[in-house]
């Protein structure tokens, strides 16, 4: 069986390297890595790959030798902070050991002086994590960057959202020879560059903590055109069953004009909404009315939801406007990516109703739940005011049952 080191090499400086971590190290023929960390001192008589793609990793793995062979995989930082190794969990035939590593985040807490048990950390580093509410809701929060994510685009989202009075501590080229820290207000980096390998710590004296905002807003006050639209009344209920989680990953499932997107965006606003929609026009009102309510943790993906949802982070709730008749396939693919997700359903027809019912006699571990709302609005005629019914709609809200969270 081939053992597989997976090696946690810290900031990048060998010397920070555990004990452990350089028996290992010794131990293998095969070194795989990103090319910054394959250190000259490290990789005489081995064999080098230069790679970060899990997928690459596990073909070499598999056509090594395994009473020969030994691989270390070097990943940066930690193997539990934001890093390739969980994605080398499952190789075939490998006996897989884990080396922890000094990550950034706790070597720069050190270099700055301050303690990190208290900071919200987020990544930049190819992902849109909500930066600015983050800062606005913590008192110190930690931030890796990287690519279009640079210190100065940062430093700059915050100085948009008025935030350019906070106190950013950025360090470059950590434990390397050409290491640097500054410290002063986000407003004076946004006009600098810094080191592609940099990371961002933010203090704010007056941030508050995340107070979720009432929710069915007034339906003028989104873009809609022809765009159908679910209502005021019906989206307060819908978001009230559902429940959102100030962190939460959300799918809105037939966006339509993104009420409900903007809206979930604003209750979860340390996680993300994902609005999938087919229709161009309403994709286009989804874009505008993100642009209108500055919903930056909102992301639009165009598409079929049964095709498009597989390579999208895994949800903790999900809204379902609509289905193109598809409400079993996209609730099986819901729970194969999150068993406990929680889900709410709106529906005009009884054949919605009647399919998703039946969905749900099969799925004993759920329990469903079906409001039926109607509502009536005023309408003047001259000198009287008639009420106007809606068309009624079914709420459909399914959850996990508490004995089975943890199965």
């Known amino acids: 069986m081939l053992t597989v080191h997976v090696i946690g090499m810290g900031p990048g400086n060998p010397e920070l390297l555990t004990e452990k971590a350089r028996r290992a190290l010794a131990e293998a023929t095969i070194l795989v890595g990103d090319v910054r960390l394959l250190d000259e001192a490290l990789c005489r008589g081995k064999r080098l790959v230069s790679t970060f793609k899990a997928a690459e990793i596990r073909d070499i793995a598999a056509a090594a030798d395994g009473e020969k062979d030994c691989l270390a995989v070097l ?14 969990a499952d190789f075939p035939d490998c006996r897989i050991i884990r080396h922890p590593g000094i990550s950034s985040l706790v070597y720069f807490a050190a270099l700055i002086g301050t303690a990190w048990e208290d900071a919200f950390v987020i990544s930049r580093h190819g992902r ?15 931030c890796l960057t990287g690519g279009d994510n640079s210190v100065r ?21 950590l434990s390397y020879d050409n290491e640097k820290i500054t410290r002063t207000a986000a407003a004076d980096i946004r006009e600098k ?104 943790n909102l992301h639009l993906i165009a598409g079929n939801a049964t095709e498009t949802m597989d390579g999208i982070e895994r949800p903790d709730c999900a ?47 759920c329990v469903l739940n079906t409001v039926q709302l109607f509502a009536a609005r005023d ?21 996990v049952r508490e004995a089975d969270h943890g199965a």
Request: hydrophobic fraction near 45%; include cysteine; charge should be negative.
């Open 193 to 296: 560059d810094f080191s592609s390998l940099a990371v961002m710590m933010i203090f704010n004296d007056n941030a508050s903590l995340p107070v979720r905002p009432v929710h069915g807003w007034e339906d003028e006050l989104f873009h809609r055109g022809r765009v159908p639209m679910t209502k005021q009344e019906v989206r307060a209920l819908a978001i009230s069953k559902l429940q959102p989680q100030v962190t939460d990953i959300i799918y809105d499932i037939g966006a339509g004009t993104g009420s409900c997107s903007v809206e979930l965006a604003f209750q979860a606003p340390l996680g993300r909404v994902y609005a999938f929609e087919l229709k161009a026009e309403a994709l286009s009102s989804v874009q505008q009315n993100k642009e209108r309510f500055g919903a930056e």
């Open 379 to 399: 309408r003047k005629v001259g000198a009287y005011t008639l009420m106007e019914g809606q068309n009624p709609v079914y709420v459909m809200s399914a959850a």
């Open 319 to 365: 809204f379902i406007g609509g289905t193109k008749g598809e409400i079993a396939l996209i609730l099986d693919k819901l729970y194969g990516k999150n068993p406990s997700c929680r889900i709410v359903i709106t529906a005009i027809t009884l054949e919605t109703v009647a399919a998703v019912t039946e969905y749900y006699k099969d799925k004993p571990s």
């Open 128 to 142: 849109q994590t909500p930066l600015t509410a983050a800062v606005m809701t913590h008192e110190k929060v930690f």
């Open 75 to 88: 990943v940066s930082g930690d193997v539990g902070f934001f890093s390739l190794a969980k994605g080398i």
């Open 153 to 173: 685009a940062l430093c700059a989202e915050l100085c948009a959202a008025g935030l350019e009075n906070v106190q950013v501590a950025v360090g470059e080229n």
